[in-house]
Structure formats: C-alpha cells, structure tokens
C-alpha cells in the first residue's frame, strides 16, 4: 500500500506564493510520475503540472511561468511551487503519482490541501 500526504495550503494574498509537498510512503520501488490537480467549487478536477521520472514536466496553460513542479527521488517527494497566485487559483489542490511497487503498479491520490487566494 501507498500513501500520498500533500501539506503547504494555506490562505494568502493575491501575488503571494506557497509551496505544496507531497510525501510518498510505503512500498515503492519507483515513481515514474508525479503531478499535481486542482478542483475549484462547482469544476471538475484539472492538471495543474506533472513530471515523469526522466524529467519532461508539462503544465496547464493557466499556470505556466508561475508555478514550478519540482521532485526530490530520494525522498519520494514531489513539489509544487507557487507563485504570482491569482483568485482564480483557489481550489483543493491534490497530488497524484504512478507508483510501481512489488509486483504491481498503480496510481494513487493525496487527500488534497486548500490553498485559498484572497485579499
């Protein structure tokens, strides 16, 4: 079993930043790829940003040149950073990750972190 923990929400003003964490545990043996979602209140679920074990990253065009997804593979951890953040980037942000254990391999979700903008 595999579990992911995402921390770093929280309320900030717009143009602020923050940085999210997601934590992976349990049995791992690789993380091919790790991205990032976000649902706002009445919308469906979006990529923010992933990135593959190689290196090749891709964003939400909504995003792009203000958020930076980063992952530290001895930890297992992957990051999110946040900047120039803007009302519209309110909503439950959570990680996501393709996790190869022993002898499978599965896609699992954190429980998600807030991360509210506004004055």
């Known amino acids: 079993q595999v579990q992911l923990v995402e921390s770093g929400g929280g309320l900030v003003q717009p143009g602020g930043s923050l940085r999210l964490s997601c934590a992976a545990s349990?049995?791992?043996?690789?993380?091919?790829?790790m991205g990032w979602y976000r649902q706002a209140p009445g919308k469906e679920r979006e990529l923010v940003a992933r990135t593959t074990s190689t290196g090749s990253t891709n964003y939400a065009d909504s995003v792009r040149g203000r958020f930076t997804i980063s992952r530290d593979n001895a930890k297992n951890t992957g990051y999110l950073q946040m900047n120039s953040l803007r009302p519209e980037d309110t909503a439950v942000y959570y990680c996501?990750?393709?996790?190869?254990?022993?002898?499978?391999?599965?896609?699992?979700w954190g429980q998600g972190t807030q991360v509210t903008v506004s004055s």
């Open positions: 349990g049995n791992i043996v690789s993380i091919p790829a």
């Open positions: 996501n990750a393709d996790v190869r254990s022993r002898g499978t391999f599965m896609n699992y």
